[in-house]
């Protein structure tokens, strides 16, 4: 591992020349709002302490995605080629998220190759935040906010320049050939917060001691907190079929927070109910990914409690679970 300086002057003229060979993904302004996307003029990136309204998952998990075309003739078309990317300007709640959603798309039984190839050809480049905004709670979700190494490169704000820690060889021939000085920064450590939030409670206690119907009533069920989540993972296929007997099957984010979600082809719905749906979203992330993964789905990003348009907010709901239950969710 080294540590060399950007200076703030030259960082734009670097990015225009890493763009010449890759597909640029950085947050980017637009009309107020600041979200990845792919960037046309390096100059219009905005590395910053805000976080963007969207997390980059859709570059590594798109929202739709084409899976593979068939014919009446048997031929099959493979997906699309996955272009060389640098995904830039991923703050460490989001790093912590493609580590979650790694584990769950790339280790055990299924491999989606999909996720795998795209992080294969991703160069991610982390950047640290100077201060939480408001309703992120990463602190109390194991995240450093000032530094990741789940990356190949992460950035630190030190005024004029940018200390760039290369955590691997993509991250190194990435940056190799710029003529940047290497600076003796020292090993910096990943502080690890106490008092985290969990839940650590038998599965049987929080389908049955918890009222549900209540901690749900102001859900609209629709979506959002599912979609805007660095971590939610759900999908669907959907075939389209074309003229000339051809189909394209296609892979698209779903919502557990759909009532259609779970319908049986028999009309049987095992979550029929808006209360079911929530708890499901709740025990996923803070319970089932934990056990089948060893990660708690959830990074404390703050995303589902500022877009929600009714204000459910999953960190009380955490919180008044273990209230209720009586059992400490600190490690
Ligand atoms: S964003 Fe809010 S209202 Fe919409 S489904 Fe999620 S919790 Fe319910
Ligand atoms: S559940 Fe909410 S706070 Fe947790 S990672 Fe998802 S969007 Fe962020």
Redesign the pocket.
Same mark, same amino acid.
């Given at each position: 591992m080294s540590t060399i300086a950007i200076p703030k002057l030259k960082l734009v003229e670097i990015l225009d020349k890493i763009k010449e060979s890759y597909l640029l993904v950085a947050p980017v302004r637009n009309q107020g709002i600041l979200d990845f996307a792919v960037v046309k003029e390096a100059a219009e990136i905005e590395l910053s302490n805000d976080i963007a309204y969207k997390s980059p998952k859709e570059y590594l998990f798109p929202q739709v995605e084409k899976i593979l075309r068939f014919t009446s003739e048997g031929g099959l078309t493979p997906s699309e080629e996955v272009p060389q990317t640098v995904l830039l300007g991923i703050k460490p709640c989001d790093l912590e998220a493609i580590k979650i959603m790694s584990a769950v798309f790339t280790t055990g039984k299924y491999i989606d190759t999909g996720f795998a190839n795209r992080l294969e050809k991703t160069i991610l480049v982390g950047l640290g935040c100077t201060e939480e905004k408001s309703a992120c709670f990463c602190d109390e979700r194991t995240v450093d906010k000032a530094l990741s190494k789940d990356c190949d490169v992460f950035l630190t704000d030190r005024g004029n320049y940018y200390a760039a820690e290369i955590f691997s060889q993509k991250g190194q021939k990435l940056l190799d050939g710029f003529c940047l000085e290497i600076i003796n920064d020292g090993e910096r450590v990943k502080e690890i917060q106490q008092g985290l939030l969990e839940i650590n409670a038998e599965e049987n206690d929080l389908f049955n001691k918890i009222d549900w119907e209540r901690l749900t009533e102001k *859900?609209? =069920? *629709? =979506?959002? #907190?599912t979609y805007i989540c660095p971590t939610c993972h759900c999908f669907e296929f959907k075939d389209v079929v074309e003229k000339k007997g051809a189909v394209t099957r296609y892979k698209c984010w779903d919502s557990c !927070?759909y009532p259609r979600f779970t319908l049986h082809a028999s009309g049987h719905n095992p979550r029929e109910s808006k209360q079911d749906r929530y708890r499901q979203r709740v025990l996923h992330k803070y319970l089932y990914v934990k056990q089948n993964f060893g990660y708690t789905a959830c990074t404390g990003c703050g995303r *589902?409690i500022r877009? #929600?348009?009714?204000g !459910?907010n999953i960190h009380s709901v955490v919180k008044e679970i273990n209230n209720i239950l009586n059992v400490k969710g600190e490690n």
């Open positions: *859900c609209l =069920g *629709c =979506g959002i #907190c !927070m *589902c877009s #929600c348009p009714v !459910m």
